[in-house]
């Protein structure tokens, strides 16, 4: 199984759930949100964004995009997304989403958000790496 970083396939709030968008990683395309909610990596289907916010990844809820930024893990508020891009993780700020969809870590460009408004983005890097 491979691992990518999660940051560049949750860039969602629940009112965006349906905009569709690509997932790149270190600039390669590997998967794609469709516009229903389904998340793709490498042609296979592999999770879900809900309409409720909810994140599903084989089957399993493993955490939530609240309305008001919040970022949950399980039932713990575990980051959130402020107005100027910053996502913080246990108080620290971890990354930013850039207002033309770059999604930076620790610095670095990890991915992108193609074709979804950034100013309006989450991204989930307390998941750090997702296994799929």
Request: overall charge positive; cysteine-free.
């Amino acid at each position: 199984m491979s691992r990518y970083l999660f940051a560049t396939v949750l860039i969602f709030l629940p009112s965006l759930a349906y905009a569709g968008g690509d997932i790149r990683s270190n600039g390669t395309l590997v998967g794609r949100v469709e516009s229903h909610g389904d998340i793709r990596i490498k042609g296979s289907i592999v999770g879900r964004f809900e309409s409720n916010g909810d994140i599903r990844i084989s089957g399993s809820i493993v955490g939530s995009i609240e309305s008001n930024g919040d970022i949950r893990k399980g039932g713990s508020i575990a980051g959130r997304v402020e107005s100027n891009g910053d996502v913080r993780v246990n108080g620290t700020i971890k990354g930013r989403i850039e207002s033309g969809g770059s999604v930076r870590k620790e610095g670095r460009i990890v991915g992108s958000a193609d074709g979804i408004p950034a100013t309006q983005a989450a991204a989930l890097f307390f998941f750090d790496f997702v296994d799929f």
